[in-house]
Structure formats: structure tokens, C-alpha cells
């Protein structure tokens, strides 16, 4: 188990650029797999994309492919997700989560064991 803070959240345009971050407690940051989740007002909490250990390896939804951007600083404790070209469709409550006991990439809810309070993103037409 690991404390995560989500920061960057806001309101921006269709097309501008945004990145969140999500900060980590304790020296084992780098154990964890780290994901991001995000969940709109009606709607199931959906993944976004994901990270290995030593951030090598990411991973992302289809919906955003291409304009997202998933790193990791492991001396910061800290996880990034970099949103560009972003669409109304994009507004949603986005949380980091994160999984412990080994390098296997999980795409669900179910899959991650700690997260975060979740900074809102707004994006308007």
C-alpha cells in the first residue's frame, strides 16, 4: 500500500496541453506499477493508461493513444501523465493508482490496491 496525491488538474480548450502528477509516499516507489484511471459523472471509472516499474514499458487506452504520454521519476516518487490534444471528451475526475508484487500490467480497477483522491480536468468546446 502507497499514499498518491494527484496534482494539475483544470479547465483548458479543446486542443491545449495539460500535465497531472501524482505523488508518491515512501522509498518502494519503485516497486509499484502505476496506472491512470479517470471517471466521468455517470459513467464507470475507465483506464488510461499505465507504466512498469523502471518505466520502460507503457501502455494506453485506445482513446488515447497518440496523445497521451504516461512517465515515471522514481528518485521523485513520482508518476506524469502528459495530455495533449485534449477533447471535451476528455473531462473526467483522473486518479493514479498503483499495484505492488511484480512487473504484470493491469488494465482494470480490480487490478490496483492504492489510489488516489483524483483531480478534476475540464475541457470545453
Known amino acids: 500500500q502507497v499514499q498518491l496525491v494527484e496534482s494539475g488538474g483544470g479547465l483548458v480548450q479543446t486542443g491545449d496541453s495539460l500535465r497531472l502528477s501524482c505523488a508518491a509516499s515512501g522509498r518502494t516507489f519503485s516497486f509499484y506499477t502505476m496506472g491512470w484511471f479517470r471517471q466521468a459523472p455517470g459513467k464507470e471509472r475507465e483506464f488510461v493508461s499505465a507504466i512498469s516499474r523502471d518505466g520502460t514499458s507503457t501502455y494506453y487506452a485506445i482513446s488515447v493513444k497518440g496523445r497521451f504520454t504516461v512517465s515515471r521519476d522514481n528518485a521523485k516518487n513520482t508518476v506524469y501523465l502528459q495530455m495533449s490534444s485534449l477533447k471535451p471528451e476528455d473531462t473526467a475526475v483522473y486518479y493514479c493508482?498503483?499495484?505492488?508484487?511484480?512487473?504484470?500490467?493491469?488494465?482494470?480497477?480490480?487490478?490496483?490496491?492504492?489510489w488516489g483522491q483524483g483531480t478534476q480536468v475540464t475541457v470545453s468546446s
Open positions: 493508482a498503483a499495484r505492488g508484487g511484480g512487473n504484470t500490467i493491469y488494465y482494470t480497477v480490480s487490478g490496483y490496491d492504492s
